[in-house]
């Protein structure tokens, strides 16, 4: 058996002269979570429309689960299932309907598709709110409810597209403990997140694409570390001085220094700690108060900055619908 869950060799996806995805290679194994990050029109939800046979590829070949996804489309369809960025459930429906509807278009008989609605409902805490119309969901249960219509019949592998946006914070804890119970269950998930704290918490490795290229690979911790050993951030009291202090930090760390959103805030990835204090002391011999300081481990935002020149979150130009 193939131990590849994906497999692209030059996948290319064009809409008129836009080249949503261009030349995509994939090597994915099953199991695990394997994050493709990027921001808005880089390319992941048209790569994620290709793999899950909802797009026909311009170039290249794709393999999902060792079957081509033009070819053999059927048998992909039969193994793999989606969750994109919105509710595709009927909102004019009950929860308990809505997963009743879809085991019985899954074949289901009638008290089995009712069996398997309930265990969702139980399992993804949408138990007292079966019998309630989705459309009166909160944004978290809406979520919730289309995750589980998509797992109705146990995937061997999920495409799950940006699955938190805009979600609060406790509504995507709680979509981040179910994607990790699918994978302790057996399911490979392959998610598409701008959010790099999305990334860093649950994919064991990451796809860094950008304007419809993979332009890095690795896990976290390897991804972090080809941008430098050490991730050092700085906000002086008064935002007059942030220009004379960037100058400094420049001189005596020998790096780049960006200046932050914040008109107060520096921030450089450094090679050499031992610089670091040089830096700090320099700052004080120029009378530059600090606000505060920090040395840690670079983020995923700065390797994506470091990757392509700008945040992870950024917009970009919108992908054209592949419908």
């Not at 909802?54 to 989606?82: C, Y």
């Not at 994109?84 to 929860?95: C, H, I, N």
């Not at 004080?284 to 979150?313: K, M």
Request: charged content about 30%; aromatic content about 4%; hydrophobic content about 40%.
């Amino acid at each position: 058996m193939n131990d590849l869950a994906i497999e692209t060799h030059g996948l290319v996806k064009v809409f008129g002269s836009n080249r949503a995805v261009d030349g995509v290679d994939l090597a994915i194994p099953r199991g695990g979570v394997h994050g493709f990050l990027g921001p808005n029109g880089a390319g992941k939800t048209t790569t994620i429309r290709v793999l899950a046979t909802l797009a026909r590829p311009d170039g290249g070949t794709a393999r999902v689960l060792g079957r081509d996804v033009v070819t053999e489309a059927n048998e992909v369809r039969q193994r793999v299932s989606l969750t994109g960025q919105f509710a595709s459930v009927d909102e004019d429906l009950t929860g308990r309907e809505n997963l009743r509807l879809i085991g019985r278009l899954f074949g289901h008989r009638g008290a089995a598709a009712r069996r398997r609605a309930d265990e969702l409902l139980d399992a993804f805490g949408l138990g007292d709110a079966g019998d309630r119309q989705v459309k009166k969901y909160s944004g978290g249960m809406r979520r919730r409810i289309d995750i589980a219509a998509s797992i109705v019949v146990t995937p061997e592998l999920l495409f799950l597209d940006e699955p938190t946006t805009g979600l609060d914070p406790r509504s995507r804890n709680e979509v981040w403990d179910i994607v990790r119970a699918m994978v302790s269950s057996g399911t490979t998930v392959l998610l598409t997140t701008q959010y790099l704290d999305e990334a860093d918490q649950l994919a064991d490795r990451i796809s860094v694409i950008d304007r419809g290229k993979v332009i890095a690979e690795g896990t976290s911790t390897e991804l972090k570390a080809s941008v430098g050993s050490g991730s050092l951030h700085v906000r002086v009291m008064d935002r007059v001085d942030r220009e004379a202090a960037r100058a400094i930090l420049e001189r005596e760390l020998a790096v780049d220094v960006r200046e932050e959103a914040d008109p107060n805030a520096l921030s450089a990835n450094v090679d050499e700690q031992g610089r670091v204090t040089r830096a700090l002391s320099a700052l004080d011999d120029a009378r530059i108060p600090l606000a505060q300081f920090s040395l840690g481990q670079p983020t995923l935002d700065e390797v994506f900055l470091s990757l392509t020149g700008h945040p992870a979150e950024e917009t970009t130009e919108t992908e054209v619908d592949a419908a």
